[in-house]
């Protein structure tokens, strides 16, 4: 079984470019998750979509995120402009949800850095 | 607020010797406690559990891990550290009805020859 995909493995832009980061998760995983760890700092929730809803986007840092997975299979996460302070590493996980145990199998991620 | 403790940034220990890795959470409510690792160039792998039931949780490459609700902790542990072993700890907590994971900064673990 293939695990979580992401692409691209590292993004190097300049402040004020757009990113658009993908994920594709397991298959047959309804819940994809986007987290982010920046400098080295403990990872943090960005949001969480059921299918094609968003289910919890509470960890969401601004509007110049903005987070899609139109028909509920792969998941995009735009950045737009990007700041320096976006710079980090941006994880994707997905899992079956609650009624297994939930838990979230994560991508290898994608390191973004903002000059 | 919720939050996962991680005391220590590093842990070094000699291959063979038994290791442990610390956590400690505060939550209101059941947790559901986890252990993952990363080792270099990689994502987070998944290692273990605790949802209910037995405190002593058995999880991948020999790992284990000891839920204690009086202390708040869910200790990582092997009895037997291998060099291989070396990579990057996180523990993290979710709310009993909920899905968002919530982490600590991270343990490095470095097993020495």
């Known amino acids: 079984e293939a695990g979580v995909t992401q692409f691209p493995s590292h993004s190097v832009i300049e402040k004020g470019q757009t990113v658009t980061l993908r994920c594709d998760p397991i298959s047959g995983h309804d819940n994809l998750y986007w987290y982010r760890r920046v400098m080295g700092k403990e990872i943090k929730f960005l949001l969480h979509?059921?299918?094609?809803?968003?289910?919890?986007e509470s960890g969401m840092p601004n509007n110049r995120f903005l987070a899609e997975r139109t028909g509920g299979t792969y998941s995009t996460l735009k950045v737009q402009p990007a700041e320096l302070e976006d710079s980090g590493v941006y994880f994707c996980?997905?899992?079956?949800?609650?009624?297994?145990?939930?838990?979230?199998?994560f991508g290898p991620g994608t390191r973004l850095l903002v000059l | 607020a919720q939050s996962v403790a991680q005391p220590e940034d590093q842990v070094n220990v000699a291959e063979g010797n038994p290791l442990t890795v610390k956590c400690t959470y505060s939550?209101?409510?059941?947790?559901?406690l986890f252990w993952y690792v990363q080792y270099p160039n990689r994502g987070l792998q998944f290692l273990l559990k605790?949802?209910?039931?037995?405190?002593l949780v058995k999880g991948s490459y020999g790992f284990e891990a000891e839920f204690n609700k009086s202390q708040t902790s869910f200790h990582l542990k092997k009895p037997s550290a291998l060099v291989s072993d070396s990579a990057l700890y996180f523990c993290?907590?979710?709310?009993?009805?909920?899905?968002?994971?919530?982490f600590g900064t991270g343990t490095r673990l470095q097993v020495f020859p």
């Open positions: 939550v209101s409510g059941n947790p559901y």
């Open positions: 605790y949802i209910t039931g037995d405190n």
């Open positions: 993290a907590v979710r709310l009993f009805g909920t899905d968002k994971l919530i």
């Open positions: 979509f059921v299918k094609e809803s968003k289910q919890d």
């Open positions: 996980a997905s899992s079956q949800g609650l009624a297994t145990g939930g838990t979230q199998y």
